[in-house]
């Protein structure tokens, strides 16, 4: 997917007040390297692009006047009741550098596993996503818990989880972590 953007040299509240007003999202661009740049993005397809499936969790194509670049999406700052995005923050990428960053989980196969269809239980996440580190082009959309044979009681860890080549779990300071149960 390919965003497209300016830099921008005016900085501030009220700058970034007539900006929005004119249609226009402040954010900002860094890592990997480069210096911090301000850019300016058009709302709209902006909007309409963070509304598509899994774009949060990809690597982008950011044209920034002219030049080409990869980039994911750090952090998006939206409006509390307007459909608005106020911010955001990109972050460059290097092919060669790995990244951490959060990604979804996504269960499937729970409405058949021996616990539900059985037992009368229900699987609960207990997570919704992990923090893995890769190279960009590894980076997964999401990662597929299978719950398909989660008996009674049990609970799916995340030493469990099967991950595509070259992705690999952080967990920190826990060993592993528990990312569904199957209960009543």
């Known amino acids: 997917m390919k965003i497209v953007a300016t830099t921008r040299s005016l900085h501030g509240t009220g700058a970034s007040r007539r900006m929005r007003n004119n249609g226009q999202t402040p954010g900002v661009v860094y890592g990997s390297g480069g210096?911090?740049?301000?850019?300016?993005?058009?709302?709209?397809?902006?909007?309409?692009?963070l509304r598509k499936d899994g774009v949060r969790?990809?690597?982008?194509?950011?044209?920034?006047?002219?030049?080409?670049?990869?980039?994911?999406?750090?952090?998006?700052?939206?409006?509390?009741?307007?459909?608005?995005v106020l911010?955001?923050?990109?972050?460059?990428?290097?092919?060669?550098?790995?990244?951490?960053?959060?990604?979804?989980?996504?269960?499937v196969g729970g409405e058949t596993s021996p616990a539900v269809k059985?037992?009368?239980?229900?699987?609960?996440?207990?997570?919704?996503?992990?923090?893995?580190?890769c190279l960009p082009?590894?980076?997964?959309?999401?990662?597929?818990?299978?719950?398909?044979?989660?008996?009674?009681g049990q609970a799916i860890k995340a030493s469990e989880l099967v991950l595509p080549a070259g992705v690999n779990l952080v967990?920190?300071?826990q060993k592993d972590i528990t990312l569904a149960v199957a209960g009543k």
Request: glycine share 4%; no cysteine.
């Open 87 to 107: 911010h955001v923050d990109l972050q460059r990428v290097n092919d060669k550098e790995t990244i951490t960053v959060k990604v979804p989980l996504k269960f």
């Open 35 to 49: 210096a911090a740049t301000s850019i300016e993005l058009e709302h709209n397809p902006l909007f309409h692009a």
């Open 171 to 173: 967990l920190g300071k």
């Open 118 to 133: 059985l037992s009368g239980q229900r699987v609960k996440a207990a997570v919704f996503n992990v923090k893995i580190s």
């Open 137 to 152: 082009k590894d980076l997964p959309n999401a990662l597929i818990v299978d719950a398909s044979k989660l008996e009674a």
């Open 57 to 84: 969790y990809s690597v982008l194509d950011l044209e920034l006047d002219g030049t080409v670049e990869q980039v994911i999406l750090r952090d998006v700052q939206v409006h509390p009741f307007k459909p608005m």
